[in-house]
């Protein structure tokens, strides 16, 4: 193994676990930290594969739980794989599935080989096993894919803040079923799981010359149960491993702890992907810890309720104060929405389309309001990305700072990774 | 007047009223004959103005009545206009938002002075006069703006084949407000009011010098009625003049027989625009007939319904027969969404996205498959009226007839401009 993927460390951060570096796959290369854009049906919701490369995306994201099930990964296969099928040349990650599984469907069972549900296009039931989800991923061919693990609540069903109700029932059910699991004995049954399934998900594995497997370290938020999965994953030799069953309802610090707790077990010469976060600070201080890839669903869900993601903080689009706003969506952008270079084309406040016109858009129901706030948005996340990576690069975390301030509260103050009160380089102290 | 547009004729099909030409606006220009892609609410559904440019379209329509109710005419003034609001530098034209007052709208009143009409936006009582309408279109600021028109039912609401519930029962008030007008007397009252509101659009129009403003002429299914109308709307001297009321329900003959005996009564050096239409077929009749312009939401719409058009016909993409149909939606097609060239990427099948892909994303309900068919359709429109310029230019109908087998079954057989069972050239004779 280790064929399908490589991962280069270009540059590390003096006072951080950050690192620069590239991952090339069967179908090209990507710089990492990277963020993956999220097309969970084999499309990135409005936008073209031309409009997802503007935004500055190299590498996408679909979900196995929505593809076998829609149309299926037979059909993906005979149409020559997921990058032909949605015509993305570029590299593709798939999920296990394993997730959606537990949470989408109305109805599920959890056991020690696998997961039950009914499939949400045609309620019929689907079994759904580490092998089964190597099968698929497979078929659908994607240059990296991901172990089939059991991602139990990040907290006590019990007593947590959080909104996982389908996996809490899950969860319970799976309780009900004679065992009486209290929450920390629930981590436990799924961590062993998570461990077992891996070693499962590998042997299952019928193409690990073009696709990399990824393993994932469940564990919620006890560090105890992250680190005994941790070593546990590690264990297994695999082209790169992933934090899963973070940022499913708790606040930041939290997040950025696990992830900064868990980051460090992980190999320092392999790829670390943070799966399903999440907003510009956890991002900031998820690359601090030493982690290298991201996806999540933000730009676009956002984008088609009407918030535009700037470094100021997020816009709501449809507020009637933008009604007679000529301005771009952000002063400066260079989305495709928001900059009038190249298209020789200027509003009256200085932008391609105002905020005017895309409020109207979506106060009249038009897809391209959805369209144009995509754009902006997954170009928001790219142009966070290429700035921490030049962060990283040239050593600049104050000049980060200051343009990316909301972000930046994710550097913490008086650490290594500092800003200096008055200037100064705080990776190169 | 005159100054907002320029009109030339470039070459004139010796055995059709056919001709190629050129208009030029204050905003650039557009070869004739043109198809203008419809954009209701300053958007052409689902399509960036990148995408309507890639498709070949030259010139876009905005629909008055739905921007004077939202966002208001005013904000798209302060924005610097439709231009630049919607960020399509090219041509504009605006319709007077008549037909959609009257067709739209649950209550409606018409009089000789204008109409009156429910908001379908928050349901206030609005009214459009000619004066109005010309104010309205003068703020909007399009290259070309509609006369203010009173568009009656085209055949007998009592008789006919229609689906105009509408506007028979707006004709049928205008009736029951105590003057018992049959059908006859109902088009003499649209033809008088369509010329008296002609006059008083031109005397209210504040900008001739920038926007060309076209007269309509109305009259129905009646030979008589068009001739009345036509001969009084030329009577004013205007940069274009339009053929109205046709294509809200006639069969294809029918629309080609009034399209034809109105057209050869509007002066010949000035463009004709034939509203709403249409199929094909009907566009290549009208050229023929001498029509110049044309709009029409069908390739739009229907993309939006996953019907494709193909030179072959229609192809319903949700079929289950494409499930596993890996070619392009159409062969050889050049759009953004068959062709690969230039994207180093072949589907299976040797097209860039693929008909399965395209069902998959209608299935799933993904916003890309009315994008993908949008820019295909359109496509397919901008091609057919290239392929109609170079038929006049070079004389060719046999090759267009070739290339084109059912939009060319509107060349009438054994006339000048047919095609001889043999070859050669019908327009050369």
Redesign the interface.
Known sequence: MGEALRFEILHRCPGSAARVGRVTTAHGEFDTPAFMAVGT???V????V??IAATGTQVVLNNTY?LML??GEG?IQ???GAH????W?GPILTDSGGYQAYSMADLNDIDDDGVTFRSIVDGSKIRLTPERSIAVQNAIGADIIMAFDDCPPSVDPEAGPTNQTRIRIAARRDADRGRGYDHATRLAVANERTVRWLERCRAAHARPGEQALFGIVQGGTDPAARAWCAERVCNIDLPGYAIGGVAVGEPHEQIAAVTAHTARLLPEGKPRYLMGVGYERDLVAAVLAGVDMFDCVLPTRNARNAQAFTRAGPLRLRNAAH??D?GPVEAGCGC?ACDPAG??????GGG???R??I???F??G???G???LS?HNLWHFQRLMLDIRRAIAEDDWPRFAREWPRAAVAIPVGSRTAIPPRGGDACNE
Not at 343 to 348: E, N, Q, S
């Open positions: 049906r084999a499309s919701k409005g936008l073209s031309d409009h929505h829609r149309p059909t005979r149409a020559g032909r099928f949605m015509g040349p009604g007679e000529f495709p298209h020789g084309w200027l509003t009256p391609r389309f105002s005017a016109y409020r109207h858009l106060m009249a038009e897809m391209l959805p369209i144009l754009l």
